[in-house]
């Protein structure tokens, strides 16, 4: 059958749903993203909510590691990043802030390119500035691995690695907050394994599928849950990204992960502290630490608790209910993260929301 | 937070292979993933290959979709 | 000649002297260039309307696959003319340069640009030369200016509900091509630039011209910010169909990698034009049987809408908003 005849037998079918809330959070900023861009966002019935979720690693990586990044930059330096962290501001300024001062900031596609540029420029010192999931997490550790077995000392990274589980605990832990479903990053279970996943079912009676990205796959996703919540039986869990997500996930990423960070309590902006959330490098590689190289210490500067979108990515609100959506706070005047990051739930719902249409 | 994409490895060299990607040829790093070989279709993401694909989830999901779709005909 | 600019070349000395000798005289030469005068006389025989464009470039990578910074400056006003109904006549380009420029590089530039022009029948007749200290900017910016004539009674008309969006070709390819560059992405596959002159193109469509009633290239920003643009001119809605829209599988295949969209990637040799929906078929076809235009598409059309809203019937069956693109694309992860 075409996918999209079966996409609407689907959105067909979840309309049939008499439940009269169904609130489902899709974790993933990915998949907030894909939702809007595919269009299914405008499909779905006024009683299917589906909440953001923390998983946009830009949004949530503390306001004190960017300020540490544009410190860093104060020195000589090359500064390496992915095209997602350019515009997000610390206290004040951003790295695409920097741009205009010439300096040297190069985005790049890969953690490995890091390993290009450090070779290139040997009498440089280069700082990798990154954030990311269990998805990126291997490949920076692979990066780290190679800049040590290469001696590249001139090299050092500066990230915000953190980790799923424990904030899905935490948001899961306040009952109140009333989410019947939850969409599971497909791409972190692919690494970590479908059973990553399932105490979400298990220890907190939530239905949960671990969705592709592909409209069919999240539409799939959503017909599920649905099907699982109307039912009224035990909290089902289910892998419907089989093709990429085995239930214990690709064990040589993981072995080289954790031949290199440790893990560690990690500051969520907007959220706080979160025990055993993050991932730091370990003590055979803290000499490729850019904060110990340059000597900073990124609680120096100011951590502000206070950012408004952390309603947002735990789910309290609708990113339009936020009252700064669309007036003070556009993607070209962003006030916090989650507009300025591409997969932030306030840009992709700024960008693709159809609102407009109602 | 973890845009991925399918691809076909072409060729092997080392560390790296050749991956199409819906007709581009693609230099990603084959070190995360246990094994890998030519005509395997992998998950791209940032230029690494982090997982296997086993097949295609189009077909995957129709047999699970089935059973939720199975009165769909009736409600149209 | 030297091997690198120095600030001399901008001096109005000697060295300036040789630059335009042995560059643009060589590369651009045309008699009313070659007079030599502080400005080009020249006259205009007929009184149709005249078309005046302006723009400055200023693209990193300098050099990119299917062209480089000096073909995108004179196709950008030659196509800026030609979309307003005008034949290019008369160009000028202003050069400013970083001091250290590698002349050999200046060369291939400025004989791309001639190649062009001699292609297209244009002259640069008038011209500029800056030479700044080195860190003072990154490489070069050229700025062109170009004057056309208005031929075949063309005007924009005021555009209807129902009348019909076209595209003459594959969109995003120009900037697919430099995001390759720019990012050194390991990619091998089939990425040129579209850069070229559309003048050809909207000429052959002068027998429907009482039929076209905008014309418009989607270059910076993309097809989708150039619709933007449209949309809030005309005062109505745009909707226009996913399935419609002309995008190369290699094109989509490296948005996807890189996380980029191609609705907001440049196009530099297509042209959107509004057509109305009676001829709108007749125009495709014309457009079709044109060098460059075999995949030009009908992608929508215009409703009644006051607050300019522009939109995508997506292939899964349903609506996602294209705004302006807010800020430049970069790759990502996420």
């Not at chain 1, 009498?123 to 998805?135: D, H, I, L």
């Not at chain 1, 290199?260 to 706080?272: K, P, S």
């Not at chain 3, 031929?151 to 019909?164: C, H, L, T, V």
């Given at each position: ?26 974790v993933c900023?990915t998949h907030?993203?894909a ?20 998983g ?77 999931f269990e998805t990126t997490a291997p490949g ?24 799923m ?18 969409i599971c990053p497909g791409h972190v279970a692919a690494v970590m394994g479908a059973g990553y996943f ?10 949960a599928a671990v969705c592709g990205f592909e409209p069919l796959d999240i539409?799939s996703g959503?017909?599920f ?12 869990f289910a892998n419907l990204y089989e093709s990429c997500v085995r239930e214990e996930g690709n064990e040589t990423a993981r ?104 | 937070m973890c845009l991925a994409v399918p691809g076909i490895i ?9 991956v199409?990607v819906i ?5 990603v790093?084959i070190?995360l993933i246990d094994?890998p070989?030519?005509g395997d279709c992998v998950l791209i993401h940032a230029?690494c290959a982090i997982q296997k694909i086993s097949s295609d989830n189009f077909s995957f999901l129709s047999s699970i ?12 | ?255 996807s990698i ?75 992860i996420c």
């Amino acid at each position: 059958m075409n996918k999209a005849i079966l996409i609407k037998k689907i959105i067909n079918e979840i309309h049939q749903s008499s439940i009269e809330k169904l609130n489902i959070m899709e974790v993933c900023g990915t998949h907030t993203q894909a939702v809007s861009r595919s269009g299914i966002r405008s499909l779905l019935p006024p009683n299917l909510v589906l909440l953001s979720g923390p998983g946009c690693p830009v949004c949530v990586t503390d306001k004190s590691l960017i300020d540490a990044a544009v410190e860093i930059l104060k020195n000589d330096i090359i500064l390496a990043t992915f095209g997602d962290m350019v515009r997000v501001r610390g206290t004040l300024e951003s790295i695409s802030d920097q741009l205009h001062k010439r300096k040297n900031i190069f985005v790049i596609y890969s953690p490995l390119d890091c390993l290009e540029l450090a070779k290139d420029k040997p009498e440089r010192q280069v700082v990798f500035f990154t954030a990311g999931f269990e998805t990126t997490a291997p490949g920076i550790a692979l990066a780290v691995k190679l800049a040590h077995k290469e001696n590249l000392h001139n090299l050092s990274f500066l990230t915000s690695l953190k980790l799923m589980p424990p904030v899905l605990h935490s948001i899961l832990r306040e009952k109140q907050k009333k989410i019947h479903g939850l969409i599971c990053p497909g791409h972190v279970a692919a690494v970590m394994g479908a059973g990553y996943f399932r105490f979400v079912a298990g220890e907190y009676g939530i239905n949960a599928a671990v969705c592709g990205f592909e409209p069919l796959d999240i539409a799939s996703g959503l017909l599920f849950l649905t099907k699982k919540i109307s039912s009224s039986s035990e909290a089902a869990f289910a892998n419907l990204y089989e093709s990429c997500v085995r239930e214990e996930g690709n064990e040589t990423a993981r072995k080289i992960m954790m031949q290199v960070f440790d893990i560690a309590d990690g500051n969520w902006r907007g959220i706080g502290e979160i025990k055993e959330s993050a991932l730091v490098l370990n003590q055979n590689y803290c000499c490729f630490d850019a904060l110990k190289k340059f000597n900073i210490r990124p609680d120096k500067f100011a951590s502000d608790q206070h950012c408004n979108c952390s309603d947002v990515i735990l789910g309290n609100i609708m990113p339009y209910e936020c009252r700064l959506f669309g007036k003070a706070c556009t993607p070209q005047k962003p006030a916090g993260p989650c507009m300025i990051s591409s997969e932030g739930s306030c840009s992709a719902y700024y960008r693709y929301w159809e609102a407009s249409f109602k | 937070m973890c845009l991925a994409v399918p691809g076909i490895i072409v060729s092997i060299d080392r560390a790296w292979a050749q991956v199409d990607v819906i007709g581009v040829l693609n230099t990603v790093n084959i070190q995360l993933i246990d094994e890998p070989a030519v005509g395997d279709c992998v998950l791209i993401h940032a230029g690494c290959a982090i997982q296997k694909i086993s097949s295609d989830n189009f077909s995957f999901l129709s047999s699970i979709l089935s059973e939720f779709l199975i009165g769909a005909e009736k409600n149209e | 000649m030297k091997e690198q600019i120095s600030l001399s070349h901008g001096d109005g000395g000697k060295y300036t002297s040789i630059l335009i000798n042995e560059l643009f005289y060589k590369y651009f030469g045309n008699e009313i260039l070659l007079k030599g005068g502080d400005s080009a006389v020249f006259s205009i025989k007929s009184r149709r309307k005249l078309a005046f464009s302006t723009d400055s470039f200023v693209v990193k990578p300098l050099f990119f696959p299917g062209g480089d910074i000096g073909k995108l400056a004179v196709c950008g006003t030659i196509n800026d003319l030609s979309v307003s109904g005008a034949k290019p006549l008369y160009l000028s380009a202003g050069f400013i340069i970083e001091e250290g420029f590698s002349i050999s590089d200046l060369k291939d530039i400025v004989r791309s640009m001639g190649q062009i022009c001699k292609e297209t029948g244009t002259m640069i007749i008038a011209g500029d030369t800056k030479v700044v200290e080195k860190g003072d900017m990154d490489g070069l910016c050229i700025n062109t200016a170009g004057i056309g004539v208005v031929e075949n009674g063309y005007m924009p008309k005021k555009i209807k509900n129902g009348d019909r969006i076209i595209i003459t070709g594959s969109i995003a390819e120009h900037g697919t091509a430099i995001v390759l560059e720019r990012y050194k992405i390991k990619a091998l596959g089939a990425f040129v630039s579209d850069c070229a002159p559309v003048y050809n193109m909207i000429s052959s469509l002068a027998p429907f011209y009482k039929g076209i009633k905008l014309m418009r290239d989607p270059t910076r920003g993309g097809v989708a910010t150039a619709l933007n643009e449209i949309s809030a001119s005309a005062g109505k809605g745009i909707r226009i169909y996913e399935n419609a829209l002309p995008i190369r599988n290699e094109v989509n295949a490296v948005c996807s990698i890189l996380g980029l969209d191609p609705l907001y990637l440049a196009s530099e040799g297509r042209v959107i034009l509004v057509a109305d929906p009676d001829m709108s078929q007749e125009i495709l076809e014309c457009i079709r049987s044109c060098k460059d235009g075999e995949n030009s598409s009908i992608i929508g059309s215009f409703f009644d809408n006051s607050s300019s809203l522009v939109y995508m019937e997506t292939e899964a069956g349903g609506r996602r908003l294209l705004n302006t693109l807010e800020f430049p694309m970069l790759p990502r992860i996420c």
